[in-house]
């Protein structure tokens, strides 16, 4: 019994330091629109978003299955603004060439699109966005912010 005690807690104490290690990569978000040309599925939650220190990388699963697999990698120098909520829409749709699909109204305040998450960031002097969903998207704008260094802007 005491033997089975000691391995039990040297097993809980070894694998402490990766339970308390911070989350940097997601694989439940949904490209919903920016300037990326890809066609994303709005039933499709297989992106991938993974923020190290020096680069961020969002890897978009295309509509199709013929179609390629779309990766943008941006470092955290290049991100203009975060955003979250509604403010997340709105800086996004004020990116020239973004793409958006229409904005679902909100049906007494049960279908309040909250969860989105939106980078506006520059690429070759001109500037790109990415609108994302996720339920997580607190957290994730959190470890952004801490990334970059930029504010979290949440009033359109």
């Known amino acids: 019994m005491r033997r089975a005690l000691t391995c039990f807690l040297v097993a809980t104490f070894l694998g402490w330091p990766s339970r308390a290690a911070e989350r940097k990569s997601w694989n439940h978000v949904r490209y919903v629109g920016g300037t990326v040309g890809v066609k994303s ?5 297989n992106t991938t978003l993974t923020v190290a220190a020096d680069t961020i990388v969002v890897e978009i699963a295309p509509a199709t299955v013929f179609a390629a697999e779309k990766t943008v990698r941006i470092k955290p120098a290049q991100v203009v603004s975060l ?4 403010a997340a829409w709105a800086r996004v749709a004020a990116v020239a060439g973004s793409q958006l699909p229409a904005k679902r109204p909100a ?3 049960m279908l309040k699109d909250s969860d989105f998450l939106g980078v506006v960031y520059e690429t070759g002097g001109k500037r ?6 996720t339920p997580l998207s607190g957290t994730i704008l959190q470890i952004l912010s801490r990334v970059t260094g930029k504010p979290i802007e949440n009033a359109p």
């Open 128 to 133: 790109a966005a990415l609108l994302l969903e």
């Open 41 to 45: 599925s709005r039933y499709d939650w």
């Open 83 to 86: 955003s979250s909520d509604d």
């Open 107 to 109: 049906l007494f305040g």
